[in-house]
């Protein structure tokens, strides 16, 4: 996940969607439950057939493993997918021909995406207080995408600390030029322990977002982070940073601790080698699969989750799990044999994570389309358990889906909470239009443990959190495209 806030920004000068979302994400998560939709008309009631769909969709899926298996071949068949990669377009040709399989129509529709290779990464300390002779410290980090490259030989420049921007700012030209900034903020593990990991990673992302540009403008040679994310294993976080000019990476936490207590005694001097490389925008694809509606096939339902991944780990939480239960929705409904009013579309998303080229890709090419969008819904925080829906829509769209409440009561998912923010990254041109807005509500509580690392792989997947997931996002995309009348807007 994303991280990724948004909001009418120029993803080329400031942050992509990727680090968007995530920053604004700590206004949609600390919305208060659900408001009363003032003089709204009780919900309609759903149909007996509808609702005997809709528990026959949860129970199947609550009992299937074919999200799973997607799963398991996006990530490990095939493995990281960073946008502008080979394994990026297998992937998308591979989920197009699963759902060619279903029976679906499917289009891959091209976007410029970006193309950034990681290139060698390493550091040492080879000047500290205490120092054993002829000896060094190995720092571990890993860097960050907007990173400038070193020289090939590296750069060894000593190192200053600092906890804030304005830190930064106190200490001045004089004193930044010719060094290494190291931001030492630490991601609130207390937080995320209590369900608030969103808002944790929050009041951190900025400083891997920004702080690059901030410490080029005063004259630092690197920016350094503290990796932001729990899990203290000497496990470094990568993500997107503002490009500044300058070399850029994100530190294990106990690195960063390592190198303010040694700065906190004397001069602290590392070797520093980035040798990344940003390549020009490729042609990459998002897949997009419709199950056409019976009676209004012009009126669409997304379901979707993005399937670039970061290069580190293999995108299993971020965001393979979204794409399969995605794909999942679609074939539940095909397999028993029932047929939504509405055109159900299948959405895998590509470049969410370094630049958002395949919705901006989508919203131009469908432009014309999104006043027939009924709903867009996508996933993207996770695995974990699905405890209900983040809601971008009017009060009384939110009453009309109460009734799911109680289909979904078995799976959990019965949280429904308003949000002023879209509630996913991808789906933000369509929500910015007008499109109601969802998003799987999931336990957070570990995510930030494994995102954006080595260690985003398959077996941080849950089969029966994955499960449930499906069963959350089949019964609302099923209940958006059967219902009698769209969601008023």
């Not at 630490?186 to 702080?211: H, T």
């Not at 690059?212 to 993500?239: F, M, N, Q």
């Not at 999104?370 to 996770?382: K, M, P, T, Y």
């Not at 799987?440 to 570990?446: A, M, N, P, S, Y």
Request: net charge negative; charged share 20%.
């Amino acid at each position: 996940m994303r991280p990724s806030a948004k909001r009418k920004l120029n993803l080329k000068t400031l942050t992509p969607m990727s680090v968007l979302l995530l920053s604004a994400s700590l206004a949609a998560w600390s919305q208060t439950a659900l408001p009363k939709a003032q003089g709204a008309p009780p919900a309609p009631a759903f149909s007996k057939e509808l609702r005997d769909q809709l528990q026959a969709v949860r129970d199947a899926a609550l009992t299937n493993d074919y999200a799973w298996h997607q799963l398991a071949h996006l990530t490990e068949n095939i493995g990281p997918r960073p946008a502008g990669s080979p394994q990026a377009q297998a992937a998308a040709e591979y989920v197009a021909s699963e759902m060619r399989k279903l029976g679906l129509e499917v289009h891959l529709e091209p976007a410029q995406v970006s193309h950034w290779i990681r290139g060698e990464e390493k550091a040492q300390l080879v000047e500290y207080p205490g120092q054993a002779p002829e000896t060094t410290q190995r720092i571990v980090l890993t860097t960050i995408s907007g990173s400038s490259a070193t020289p090939a030989e590296g750069i060894t420049a000593e190192v200053v600390v600092v906890h804030n921007f304005d830190e930064l700012a106190a200490l001045g030209r004089q004193k930044v030029a010719g060094k290494i900034v190291l931001f030492n903020v630490p991601y609130d593990e207390r937080k995320a322990l209590a369900g608030m990991a969103f808002e944790a990673y929050g009041e951190a992302v900025g400083y891997r977002g920004r702080g690059a540009k901030a410490a080029a403008e005063l004259g630092a040679v690197a920016c350094l982070i503290r990796s932001i994310g729990g899990a203290d294993y000497r496990l470094p976080h990568t993500g997107y940073s503002v490009p500044a000019g300058i070399p850029a990476a994100a530190l294990a936490a106990e690195d960063a601790d390592l190198v303010e207590h040694l700065a906190a005694q004397g001069r602290v001097r590392m070797h520093l080698t980035l040798t990344p490389q940003s390549l020009p925008d490729a042609t990459g694809y998002n897949v997009v699969a419709d199950l056409k509606g019976s009676e209004h096939p012009e009126q669409i339902v997304v379901v979707s989750g993005h399937l670039d991944s970061w290069d580190l780990g293999r995108g299993a939480i971020d965001d393979g799990a979204g794409v399969v239960i995605s794909m999942a929705t679609a074939e539940l409904i095909q397999r028993l044999h029932i047929r939504p009013r509405r055109t159900l579309r299948v959405i895998a998303w590509m470049d969410e994570e370094n630049g958002g080229g395949g919705h901006e890709a989508y919203a131009k090419s469908h432009a014309a389309e999104f006043a027939n969008h009924v709903a867009a819904i996508e996933s993207d925080s996770g695995a974990g358990h699905p405890l209900g829906f983040y809601m971008k829509m009017p009060p009384a769209a939110i009453a009309a889906l109460q009734p799911l409440r109680d289909i979904l009561r078995p799976v959990g998912s019965t949280v429904f909470r308003s949000t002023e923010r879209s509630p996913g990254s991808d789906i933000d041109p369509l929500v910015d239009a007008g499109v109601p807005g969802i998003g799987i509500i999931q336990d957070g509580r570990k995510y930030f443990d494994y995102h954006h690392t080595a260690a985003d792989t398959l077996d941080k997947v849950d089969p029966q959190d994955l499960r449930e997931n499906a069963a959350a996002m089949a019964v609302m995309a099923y209940a958006l495209a059967s219902m009698p009348e769209p969601l008023p807007r």
